[in-house]
């Protein structure tokens, strides 16, 4: 359900609910009841006092939702601007390390579209991800990668990465002093 349908929803019971406020309340001030313990009038003033219980609790939950999203949106853009700037200062140490394993899915024998398959799963897509991007069938893009397995002489998607990340280290913190 996208955003325009849970606007709309919210639309509609946000009217349903003024409507019994404003229908219950116009309702016993024309019934203008001189015994205000009736069952009746019991019955009304609940029903009244339910609706705006609820419309009070919806507004909070909606507002409160509404924060939430707009924190989400600016905790994904942060975290885009820290991954966009991250690959502008790798680009060329991204650029040597692509070459790399390229050259290294060749010495392999991969075929093109067992190398484009590959490094997918090196970026961590599923199978199913890669078949939709890349307009094969699950099935073939899971023939490919035991193919890449097999080649690469690794047992799964987590050894192919290894064989490219094992050795990769951090640089020593800085000594104190």
């Known amino acids: 359900m996208d955003e325009h349908d849970l606007r709309g929803m919210r639309v509609v019971l946000a009217g349903v609910l003024a409507a019994i406020v404003v229908g219950g309340t116009v309702d016993l001030i024309l019934d203008a009841p001189e015994h205000w313990l009736t069952p009746h009038v019991i019955y009304e003033v609940v029903l009244i006092g339910g609706a705006l219980a609820a419309s009070v609790w919806l507004w909070r939950a909606w507002r409160q939702a509404a924060e939430s999203a707009t924190a989400l949106r600016r905790s994904l853009s942060e975290h885009q601007a ?3 700037a991250w690959r502008a200062r790798a680009r060329q140490s991204l650029e040597v390390l692509g070459r790399a394993v390229d050259e290294q899915m ?4 991969l075929t093109p579209a067992e190398r484009e398959v590959a490094l997918l799963l090196l970026k961590g897509h599923g199978h199913k991800q890669i078949a939709g991007a890349t307009g094969r069938s699950e099935r073939t893009v899971r023939q490919h990668a035991v193919a890449v397995y097999r ?3 690794v047992g799964g998607r ?3 990465a290894a064989f490219f990340l094992a050795d990769l280290e951090l640089p020593p913190e800085p000594s104190p002093g």
Request: glycine letters at 24%; proline letters at 0%.
């Open 82 to 84: 820290d991954r966009d």
């Open 151 to 153: 080649k690469a002489g």
């Open 158 to 160: 987590a050894e192919l």
């Open 106 to 109: 060749g010495r392999w024998g």
